[in-house]
């Protein structure tokens, strides 16, 4: 079936056939459909659009259409993961073969890109473009609370650069919160920074008067790249400014999850969880550590009334903790792709 399947309907779930999406869309208006209704359409099976309803295998439910949604930008996301690892090793590789014509490679100038292998040629080549930056730091954060120490390391290039007028914005995820060292450090620089938090940041990233980057290169941070050219670094620019605009300032409370007894972190924590990440992953893109994202599960299994894993994935569907806070009001979105496909709250 499987095979017979993905010859007669070679597509993804981003654009199905006429059949599969007339099936598909006439679940998720009843709730489900049953399963001989599917049996010309098995792609639907194929791509977990449809799976058998647990109290009766004769019929099919259908996966959320958000559900759906996420699915495909996960896997957009990983393939542009994908992609920035090859471009990491080619930059590599491009350095070394630049360098066998003997040429003088000790100077940054006119070097679109630039491989800092160690940690003391990344902070030597940190402290320059620190010495020579007068405008302003954009900066990503990523990770939980800031220990003390990495904030003081740095904290001597911030006080020089705030005393030379440069304004400093930075970007932590909301974990990042519960560290006084970092409102201490916020209190210390004044006017001359500000910090906004979101539920996941990107990797760590530092632009400097919007003319060099430093981006990590492999995931231990010993290895870095620093970019100058003027593509790449408005492209950097432009992912933090719109990540800005959707941040909350530190300084602002955390905007309230709608149901009762849910906290903002349980929420976001559902969510990954509803896009079928294990405890450690959840735990590293939020910040916390694997003791504290199961202490959460755990009492957001109890707050929900879930007495199971399986039994806890339905009960945040119910409760519509599956994807990204809405404002009130908002529309549900469809799947995209799919003429015709009515949203979720029309059932």
Do not use: K
Not at 127 to 146: F, H, K, M, N, Y
Not at 149 to 178: C, F, N, P, W
Not at 228 to 255: C, K
């Amino acid at each position: 079936m499987a095979g017979h399947g993905t010859d007669a309907h070679p597509h993804g779930a981003d654009r199905l056939c006429e059949a599969g999406n007339r099936v598909y869309s006439r679940a998720v208006r009843r709730g489900r459909v049953p399963r001989a209704d599917a049996a010309s359409v098995p792609c639907l099976l194929e791509l977990a659009l449809l799976h058998p309803d647990p109290d009766d295998m004769d019929w099919l439910v259908p996966t959320s259409p958000q559900e759906v949604m996420t699915r495909l930008l996960r896997g957009m996301h990983e393939e542009v993961s994908a992609s920035q690892a090859r471009v990491g090793t080619a930059v590599a590789a491009v350095e070394w073969y630049a360098g066998l014509d003997g040429r003088e490679q000790g100077s940054a100038e006119g070097v679109a890109i630039r491989v800092l292998d160690g940690l003391p040629r990344i902070r030597a080549a940190m402290d320059e473009a620190t010495e020579q930056c007068t405008v302003e730091v954009l900066t990503v954060q990523p990770g939980g609370i800031r220990r003390e120490d990495e904030l003081s390391e740095g904290l001597h290039r911030a006080l020089e650069m705030r005393r030379r007028g440069v304004r400093m914005r930075d970007l932590y995820t909301h974990v990042a919160r519960h560290g006084q060292g970092l409102h201490n450090y916020m209190e210390l620089m004044g006017d001359a920074a500000q910090a906004r938090t979101l539920d996941e940041v990107p990797e760590r990233m530092i632009v400097f008067d919007r003319t060099v980057a430093f981006i990590p290169a492999n995931t231990d941070r010993t290895i870095a790249l620093e970019l100058r050219h003027p593509a790449v670094i408005d492209y950097l620019v432009t992912v933090f400014e719109r990540l800005w605009r959707l941040a909350i300032p530190l300084t602002s409370p955390l905007p309230d999850t709608g149901i009762d007894g849910i906290t903002h972190r349980e929420r976001s924590i559902a969510a990954l969880l509803a896009e079928g990440h294990q405890d450690a992953v959840v735990a590293e893109r939020l910040g916390i550590s694997v003791r504290t994202c199961r202490a959460h599960i755990a009492r957001l299994s109890e707050t929900l009334g879930a007495a199971s894993r399986t039994q806890l994935g339905v009960r945040i569907a119910q409760a519509g903790l599956d994807g990204p806070l809405r404002p009130a009001g908002a529309e549900v979105v469809g799947v995209a792709g799919m003429p015709g496909q009515e949203s979720s709250a029309a059932g």
